[in-house]
């Protein structure tokens, strides 16, 4: 008896110790269940039904037959997959030399090298919206440059970049690289900063060139911080909604739809909720698939032991 | 045992990427339906919150009918809460299915049908038979809104004001030109070519080729045409030979008489590219009145009503959407929120409404008075709406389809037809097809 009772303390205490991991993590644990789990368990679940709010009698199991639609009966995802492809493509590779090139610039030492920096990261301050309003009245016909051009007898009065077919994609990239090119030059910078001094003294001894130093030294130290950075950008790039809604409205004639324009468009102005899950499914897959694909292809982390 | 200090080196990262990747997701989570849900009666004292659908341009006008609203009933008090027209309905969707409605709102026939179908809104055909508004309201709205709502007789909301699409015109301009005002379909295409010189960036005419471009457009076509009816049986009439033929006539300004810019242009756009100063014509409703006046005076600017298809002919105008306010199924204060209905659809307040936002006022009280007299293209919208060789085209607000097949699955089409890569005959019988489905979709559960 006497054994028994000198045992509980040190069972209760262990009982205790094993349980306070898991309560520490609960309250994580629990808001992403609520704020991840649950929205992606209901926007699978609505994937598979017919549910639109402005005709309920017509709500109900819908089997695969919105993925059938997707693939089989709907160009218009097919037009904004491939929008959103090609809009993902150019700016992250466009966005990362930029971004390099203005990190490596500013890693230099020279006069006034605070001041560049301040420049070189403020767009990245500015919020999406206030972004697009700033870029709406630069194309502007009638407030901004075109009108400026046409006053000194270039181009014609009216024209908007946003309106050309042939101009509104340009138009819509060099805005989002504004936004986005401090991104890629902020972390590239944080991380040129852990390179030693040492490895380019010795590399310059052993009469490496710059762009040797750059490919043999710079890049190689790089490479973690740049695939992290490019698939974090590409993944929200390819969600890009609030520039590209409030700049082109996914116009001219659908040309600037990307894949979650579409998705918002069906889902909010059209109120297909159902089918909008369907597509929202659909690019949650194509995004997984890359994002995997992408880190096994670039052994992310392999350096490391 | 020492722990391992890593996890398999993808695994971590994929999962990362999952979440990041999941987030996406999140875009169209569906909350628990808030629709149907009835509240009560209430005290008829208390707060009630009241959405204005078409917030900061009627703003000052809601607040000062409010503020005289709790001077007679100070035992109520009314939160206003505007909310910008563009994204009004998507606002009343997200409420009915997550909670969140006021006790009153502004409602346009427009979306009328589809809040009905959500069963959010509480008919109001008792009410208004015991209420002093009984008999002071516009036929024709009342109809309009009867229509709407595509539940018989029953009105789901109590029409306010009503709007017209309205030709405003640059009278300082066509003097100095010597052309007549544009009240011939010859005479406004003449203009429109007359008053542009690309060159000096002049031009005709700015046409809405972005949100909201249908119904503008589809308003121009029946102009023309003179067909007075949406349907014929059970098929449109949105693709007769006359009305793709009025559609070219229209698309056919584009560029040669607008500016190239036109193609992404809302309404806000569109206004303000007129108001600008270097345009010479706007087609769009009563509503944008007030901000001609700012921008160029009484004496430089007027509008008349869409000219007849012919000469002394039959003029042919579509039904515009009646605004009106509607009475909120899950409020819990319905009395005092049909306290404020009452009040801000009586003769006085009426009166002060319609004229902040350049509309037709329903109470038939408001017609008399002054204001009307004085603002020549209400007057004369008022005169053509009782003209008996006016045909009113009943557009199908009551077909739950009718926004989204006009906007998210139409606007962009119509952009094509302008940058030349759709015909408008295709994009006229394409338009007639998801209508004519509509409709037979509707016809058939409504059996």
Not at chain 1, 123 to 132: E, F, I, K, N, R
Not at chain 1, 165 to 186: D, N, Q
Not at chain 2, 106 to 134: F, H
Not at chain 2, 184 to 192: C, H, I, N, V
Request: with cysteine.
């Amino acid at each position: 008896m006497a054994i028994a009772v000198a045992k509980h303390p040190v069972t209760n205490r262990r009982r205790r110790t094993r349980r306070l991991p898991y309560l520490l993590i609960a309250p994580a644990a629990l808001l992403m269940l609520a704020f991840i789990a649950y929205p992606m368990i209901s926007v699978l679940y609505y994937s598979l039904q017919d549910y639109n709010v402005t005709k309920p009698w017509r709500n109900g199991f819908a089997g695969m037959s919105n993925f059938t639609r997707i693939f089989t009966g709907d160009p218009r995802f097919w037009h904004s997959l491939d929008f959103s492809v090609r809009w993902v493509v150019v700016e992250i590779a466009l966005q990362l030399v930029i971004g390099l090139a203005l990190a490596l610039l500013v890693n230099q030492t020279f006069v006034g090298r605070g001041l560049s920096r301040a420049l070189v990261f403020s767009p990245w301050a500015v919020s999406g919206v206030l972004t697009t309003t700033i870029w709406m009245l630069l194309y502007n016909p009638s407030t901004g440059m075109s009108r400026y051009l046409a006053d000194a007898g270039i181009g014609s009065y009216g024209h908007s970049v946003l309106s050309d077919p042939h101009t509104v994609f340009w138009a819509a990239v060099l805005a989002e690289l504004w936004r986005g090119v401090p991104f890629f030059a902020i972390l590239l910078l944080a991380d040129l900063q852990s390179i030693p001094g040492e490895l380019y003294e010795a590399a310059s001894v052993d009469g490496a060139s710059r762009l040797r130093q750059l490919f043999h030294i710079t890049l190689p130290h790089l490479k973690d911080a740049i695939v992290l950075s490019t698939l974090l950008r590409a993944v929200w790039e390819f969600n890009n909604v609030d520039l590209l809604y409030t700049l082109t409205g996914g116009g001219p004639a659908g040309q600037t739809t990307t894949l979650p324009l579409y998705v918002a468009n069906t889902g909010l102005d059209g109120h297909d909720f159902g089918y909008a899950s369907a597509l929202t499914t659909v690019a949650f897959v194509i995004l997984l698939f890359f994002s995997v694909l992408y880190l096994r292809l670039s052994k992310f982390g392999g350096d490391r032991t | 045992m020492p722990r391992p200090q890593h996890r398999p080196r993808t695994a971590r990262p994929a999962a990362g990427v999952a979440l990041a990747a999941a987030l996406a997701l999140t875009a169209t989570a569906c909350g628990d339906s808030g629709s149907g849900k009835s509240g009560g009666e209430g005290s008829g004292k208390g707060k009630i919150v009241f959405w204005d659908n078409n917030g900061g341009v009627r703003t000052d006008a809601w607040k000062q009918i409010i503020a005289a609203f709790e001077k007679k009933y100070p035992d109520i008090q009314v939160e206003y809460v505007g909310i910008p027209i563009a994204d009004v309905q998507k606002k009343y969707d997200t409420a009915i299915a997550g909670g969140g409605l006021p006790d009153v709102g502004g409602v346009g026939t427009a979306y009328l049908a589809n809040m009905v179908a959500q069963n959010a809104l509480e008919p109001l055909s008792d009410r208004i038979g015991k209420s002093g508004l009984k008999g002071r309201l516009v036929t024709g709205m009342v109809t309009g809104v009867q229509a709407a709502g595509g539940r018989g007789k029953e009105m789901y909301e109590l029409p306010t004001s009503a709007n017209q699409g309205t030709l405003w015109y640059r009278t300082d301009l066509f003097g100095a030109a010597g052309l007549q005002p544009p009240t011939t379909w010859s005479a406004f295409y003449q203009a429109a070519s007359t008053l542009t010189d690309a060159s000096k960036n002049k031009f005709g005419f700015t046409i809405r080729g972005g949100k909201g471009s249908i119904a503008q457009a589809l308003e121009m076509m029946y102009a023309q045409s003179g067909i007075d009816d949406f349907w014929n049986g059970d098929k449109t009439t949105v693709n007769d030979p006359r009305n793709v033929a009025a559609l070219e006539k229209y698309v056919g300004l584009y560029k040669k008489s607008t500016p190239e810019a036109d193609l992404n242009n809302d309404f806000v756009n569109m206004v303000a590219e007129f108001d600008h100063g270097d345009v010479g014509m706007l087609q769009h409703n009563l509503g944008s009145y007030n901000d001609h006046v700012k921008a160029f005076g009484k004496d430089k600017v007027d509008g008349i009503p869409l000219p007849p298809s012919q000469d002394g002919g039959v003029r042919t105008i579509v039904s515009n959407p009646v605004d009106g306010l509607g009475l909120f199924k899950s409020g819990k204060n319905k009395a005092a929120a049909w306290k404020f209905i009452e009040f801000a659809a009586s003769e006085p307040m009426n009166s002060l409404w319609s004229q902040a936002a350049g509309a037709v006022p329903a109470n038939t009280g408001a017609e008399q008075e002054q204001w009307i007299n004085d603002a020549r293209p209400t007057k004369a919208a008022m005169e053509s709406l009782n003209d008996p060789k006016t045909k009113i085209v009943q557009f199908p607000y009551y077909l739950p389809d009718w926004n989204t097949i006009t906007k998210a699955d139409t606007e962009p089409d119509f952009q094509k037809v302008l940058l030349g890569k759709m015909t408008a005959k295709d994009f006229a019988d394409e338009l007639a097809g998801k209508l004519n489905d509509a409709q037979a979709d509707f016809a058939g559960h409504a059996k």
